[in-house]
Protein backbone atom coordinates (compact mmCIF):
# COMPACT_ATOMS: atom_id res chain seq x y z
CA UNK A 1 0.00 0.00 0.00
CA UNK A 2 1.41 3.61 -0.96
CA UNK A 3 0.38 6.76 0.47
CA UNK A 4 -1.37 7.73 -2.28
CA UNK A 5 -3.65 4.78 -2.05
CA UNK A 6 -4.33 5.62 1.65
CA UNK A 7 -5.14 8.96 0.14
CA UNK A 8 -7.82 7.41 -2.23
CA UNK A 9 -9.51 4.99 0.56
CA UNK A 10 -10.38 8.70 2.54
CA UNK A 11 -11.34 10.16 -1.14
CA UNK A 12 -13.93 7.54 -1.39
CA UNK A 13 -16.25 8.95 1.22
CA UNK A 14 -14.39 11.92 2.34
CA UNK A 15 -13.90 13.66 -0.87
CA UNK A 16 -11.47 16.56 -0.53
CA UNK A 17 -12.79 18.44 -2.90
CA UNK A 18 -15.90 18.82 -0.40
CA UNK A 19 -13.49 20.57 1.93
CA UNK A 20 -13.85 24.38 2.43
CA UNK A 21 -12.31 27.07 0.45
CA UNK A 22 -10.11 28.03 3.60
CA UNK A 23 -9.23 24.67 4.09
CA UNK A 24 -5.96 22.74 3.61
CA UNK A 25 -6.73 19.05 3.94
CA UNK A 26 -4.95 16.72 1.53
CA UNK A 27 -1.59 15.67 1.39
CA UNK A 28 0.39 17.42 3.05
CA UNK A 29 4.29 16.25 3.57
CA UNK A 30 5.80 13.16 1.88
CA UNK A 31 5.52 10.95 -1.28
CA UNK A 32 2.56 9.84 -2.92
CA UNK A 33 4.59 6.97 -4.04
CA UNK A 34 5.70 6.11 -0.64
CA UNK A 35 5.33 2.35 0.54
CA UNK A 36 3.18 2.75 3.52
CA UNK A 37 3.34 -0.64 6.08
CA UNK A 38 2.03 1.30 9.18
CA UNK A 39 0.06 4.17 9.64
CA UNK A 40 -1.13 6.21 12.72
CA UNK A 41 -4.29 7.95 13.18
CA UNK A 42 -4.57 11.21 15.54
CA UNK A 43 -6.66 14.17 15.76
CA UNK A 44 -3.61 16.87 16.03
CA UNK A 45 0.24 16.80 14.63
CA UNK A 46 2.03 17.39 17.32
CA UNK A 47 5.96 17.28 18.25
CA UNK A 48 4.32 14.03 20.73
CA UNK A 49 2.29 12.52 17.78
CA UNK A 50 5.06 12.67 15.52
CA UNK A 51 7.41 11.05 17.79
CA UNK A 52 4.90 8.48 18.71
CA UNK A 53 4.77 7.60 14.87
CA UNK A 54 8.38 7.12 14.88
CA UNK A 55 8.22 5.06 17.55
CA UNK A 56 5.42 3.01 16.26
CA UNK A 57 7.50 2.51 12.91
CA UNK A 58 4.49 4.69 10.96
CA UNK A 59 5.48 5.94 7.85
CA UNK A 60 2.45 7.48 7.75
CA UNK A 61 0.20 10.26 9.85
CA UNK A 62 -3.42 10.63 9.17
CA UNK A 63 -4.61 13.23 10.98
CA UNK A 64 -7.88 15.62 11.21
CA UNK A 65 -6.24 18.72 11.87
CA UNK A 66 -3.91 19.92 8.93
CA UNK A 67 -0.74 21.75 9.39
CA UNK A 68 -0.13 24.96 7.36
CA UNK A 69 -3.37 26.21 7.74
CA UNK A 70 -2.26 29.50 6.99
CA UNK A 71 0.34 30.39 4.44
CA UNK A 72 3.76 29.67 5.12
CA UNK A 73 6.21 32.05 4.25
CA UNK A 74 9.17 31.28 7.02
CA UNK A 75 9.94 27.84 8.56
CA UNK A 76 11.56 28.35 11.74
CA UNK A 77 11.91 25.10 13.38
CA UNK A 78 12.02 27.03 17.06
CA UNK A 79 8.41 27.60 16.18
CA UNK A 80 5.92 25.25 17.03
CA UNK A 81 4.58 24.37 13.59
CA UNK A 82 7.87 24.60 12.08
CA UNK A 83 9.75 21.96 14.42
CA UNK A 84 6.91 19.60 13.74
CA UNK A 85 7.44 19.89 10.28
CA UNK A 86 11.23 18.96 10.67
CA UNK A 87 10.22 16.24 12.66
CA UNK A 88 7.92 14.80 9.97
CA UNK A 89 10.89 15.50 7.09
CA UNK A 90 13.70 14.28 9.09
CA UNK A 91 11.92 10.88 10.15
CA UNK A 92 10.54 10.81 6.85
CA UNK A 93 7.25 10.22 7.55
CA UNK A 94 4.43 11.98 5.40
CA UNK A 95 0.86 13.37 6.69
CA UNK A 96 -2.45 13.58 5.08
CA UNK A 97 -4.87 15.66 6.72
CA UNK A 98 -8.87 15.03 6.47
CA UNK A 99 -10.30 18.15 7.76
CA UNK A 100 -13.56 20.09 6.86
CA UNK A 101 -14.27 16.85 4.26
CA UNK A 102 -14.26 14.89 7.04
CA UNK A 103 -16.23 17.08 9.20
CA UNK A 104 -19.49 16.98 7.21
CA UNK A 105 -19.34 13.31 5.34
CA UNK A 106 -21.52 10.50 6.24
CA UNK A 107 -19.93 8.83 8.90
CA UNK A 108 -17.39 11.80 9.72
CA UNK A 109 -16.76 13.74 12.63
CA UNK A 110 -20.22 15.01 12.95
CA UNK A 111 -22.07 11.89 12.76
CA UNK A 112 -19.23 10.32 15.20
CA UNK A 113 -20.36 12.62 17.95
CA UNK A 114 -24.02 11.92 17.35
CA UNK A 115 -22.94 8.05 17.82
CA UNK A 116 -20.69 8.88 20.51
CA UNK A 117 -23.93 10.22 22.49
CA UNK A 118 -25.86 7.46 21.47
CA UNK A 119 -28.70 9.45 19.48
CA UNK A 120 -31.58 8.01 17.72
CA UNK A 121 -32.75 9.46 14.52
CA UNK A 122 -29.83 11.27 13.47
CA UNK A 123 -30.60 13.53 10.56
CA UNK A 124 -28.92 15.74 8.70
CA UNK A 125 -29.46 19.75 8.14
CA UNK A 126 -30.35 21.66 5.33
CA UNK A 127 -28.72 24.43 6.92
CA UNK A 128 -25.36 23.63 7.82
CA UNK A 129 -23.34 20.32 6.67
CA UNK A 130 -21.92 20.25 10.16
CA UNK A 131 -24.89 19.70 12.27
CA UNK A 132 -26.12 16.75 13.18
CA UNK A 133 -29.44 15.95 15.42
CA UNK A 134 -30.90 13.42 16.96
CA UNK A 135 -33.08 12.35 19.75
CA UNK A 136 -32.58 11.09 23.50
CA UNK A 137 -33.22 7.34 24.35
CA UNK A 138 -35.70 8.90 26.92
CA UNK A 139 -36.31 12.82 28.03
CA UNK A 140 -34.25 14.10 30.56
CA UNK A 141 -33.21 17.07 32.38
CA UNK A 142 -30.56 19.31 31.40
CA UNK A 143 -29.29 18.51 34.72
CA UNK A 144 -28.50 15.16 34.26
CA UNK A 145 -27.36 15.03 30.42
CA UNK A 146 -24.52 16.91 31.20
CA UNK A 147 -22.74 14.47 33.34
CA UNK A 148 -24.09 12.10 30.45
CA UNK A 149 -22.08 13.70 27.76
CA UNK A 150 -19.08 14.11 30.12
CA UNK A 151 -19.12 10.79 30.97
CA UNK A 152 -19.55 9.56 26.95
CA UNK A 153 -16.61 12.06 26.18
CA UNK A 154 -14.45 11.63 29.09
CA UNK A 155 -13.47 15.38 29.59
CA UNK A 156 -15.57 17.76 31.94
CA UNK A 157 -18.35 19.72 29.77
CA UNK A 158 -20.08 23.22 30.22
CA UNK A 159 -23.54 23.59 30.87
CA UNK A 160 -25.38 27.40 29.80
CA UNK A 161 -28.91 27.64 30.12
CA UNK A 162 -32.05 26.37 32.24
CA UNK A 163 -30.83 23.37 34.45
CA UNK A 164 -33.90 22.36 35.09
CA UNK A 165 -35.19 22.11 30.93
CA UNK A 166 -36.29 19.06 29.92
CA UNK A 167 -34.46 17.84 26.83
CA UNK A 168 -35.38 15.09 23.91
CA UNK A 169 -33.59 16.72 20.84
CA UNK A 170 -30.30 16.92 20.74
CA UNK A 171 -28.37 18.82 17.85
CA UNK A 172 -24.55 18.32 17.71
CA UNK A 173 -21.45 20.47 16.48
CA UNK A 174 -18.65 19.03 16.58
CA UNK A 175 -15.11 21.42 17.03
CA UNK A 176 -15.10 25.40 16.22
CA UNK A 177 -18.76 25.50 15.22
CA UNK A 178 -20.73 27.84 17.54
CA UNK A 179 -21.69 30.40 14.46
CA UNK A 180 -23.95 27.49 13.09
CA UNK A 181 -25.93 27.69 16.36
CA UNK A 182 -28.05 29.84 14.56
CA UNK A 183 -29.31 27.21 12.79
CA UNK A 184 -30.15 24.46 15.92
CA UNK A 185 -34.13 24.06 16.37
CA UNK A 186 -33.35 21.70 18.96
CA UNK A 187 -33.93 21.40 22.74
CA UNK A 188 -30.51 21.74 23.29
CA UNK A 189 -26.56 21.56 21.29
CA UNK A 190 -23.51 19.65 22.02
CA UNK A 191 -20.87 22.22 20.97
CA UNK A 192 -17.23 22.03 21.06
CA UNK A 193 -16.40 25.38 20.87
CA UNK A 194 -18.67 28.77 21.12
CA UNK A 195 -18.32 32.72 21.16
CA UNK A 196 -19.43 34.99 23.84
CA UNK A 197 -22.12 36.84 21.42
CA UNK A 198 -22.82 33.30 19.79
CA UNK A 199 -23.67 31.76 23.39
CA UNK A 200 -26.00 34.52 24.34
CA UNK A 201 -27.82 34.39 20.97
CA UNK A 202 -28.29 30.79 21.29
CA UNK A 203 -30.13 31.59 25.19
CA UNK A 204 -31.86 33.76 23.80
CA UNK A 205 -33.42 31.21 21.74
CA UNK A 206 -34.16 29.45 24.77
CA UNK A 207 -31.39 26.53 23.91
CA UNK A 208 -29.44 24.89 26.31
CA UNK A 209 -26.04 24.51 25.45
CA UNK A 210 -23.63 22.18 26.42
CA UNK A 211 -19.83 23.16 25.87
CA UNK A 212 -17.95 19.85 25.65
CA UNK A 213 -14.66 21.24 24.13
CA UNK A 214 -12.99 20.98 20.61
CA UNK A 215 -10.74 17.71 21.39
CA UNK A 216 -13.52 15.99 23.37
CA UNK A 217 -16.37 16.79 20.26
CA UNK A 218 -14.02 15.75 17.45
CA UNK A 219 -11.96 13.18 19.11
CA UNK A 220 -14.97 10.10 18.29
CA UNK A 221 -14.55 11.23 14.42
CA UNK A 222 -10.89 10.14 14.37
CA UNK A 223 -11.23 7.07 16.53
CA UNK A 224 -14.09 5.72 14.15
CA UNK A 225 -11.96 6.82 11.10
CA UNK A 226 -9.02 4.53 12.51
CA UNK A 227 -11.68 1.77 13.17
CA UNK A 228 -12.97 2.05 9.50
CA UNK A 229 -9.81 1.63 8.32
CA UNK A 230 -9.02 -1.67 10.50
CA UNK A 231 -12.25 -2.74 9.18
CA UNK A 232 -10.95 -2.15 5.64
CA UNK A 233 -7.69 -3.30 6.16
CA UNK A 234 -9.00 -7.05 7.63
CA UNK A 235 -11.58 -7.49 4.55
CA UNK A 236 -9.26 -6.43 1.69
CA UNK A 237 -6.02 -8.17 3.26
CA UNK A 238 -3.84 -5.01 3.48
CA UNK A 239 -0.44 -5.39 5.23
CA UNK A 240 -0.94 -2.54 7.20
CA UNK A 241 -0.72 -1.93 10.43
CA UNK A 242 -2.77 0.82 12.57
CA UNK A 243 -2.75 2.35 15.88
CA UNK A 244 -4.50 5.24 16.97
CA UNK A 245 -3.04 8.16 19.35
CA UNK A 246 -5.39 8.80 22.12
CA UNK A 247 -3.47 11.38 24.72
CA UNK A 248 -6.09 14.76 24.83
CA UNK A 249 -4.29 17.72 26.08
CA UNK A 250 -3.73 18.02 29.76
CA UNK A 251 -7.49 19.28 31.60
CA UNK A 252 -7.23 21.09 34.57
CA UNK A 253 -10.53 21.00 36.77
CA UNK A 254 -9.16 22.26 40.29
Not at 57 to 82: C, K, N, R, W, Y
Request: proline residues 6%.
Amino acid sequence: MTVNDVYKWLDAFAPFETQESYDNAGLLVGDPAAQVRKILFALDVTKAVVQEAARFGAELIVAHHPLMFHPVQTLLFDHSEGAVLKALAVSGISLIAAHTNLDQCPGGIADSLAEALELTDIQSSADSPYLRTGTLLAPMQAKAFLPLVSGKLQAPARLYGDPDAYLHSITVIPGAGGEDAAYVKADAVVIGEIKHHELLAALDKGLVVVDAGHYPTEFPGIAALYQRFQKNAAQSGWAVEATLFSQPPAICTA
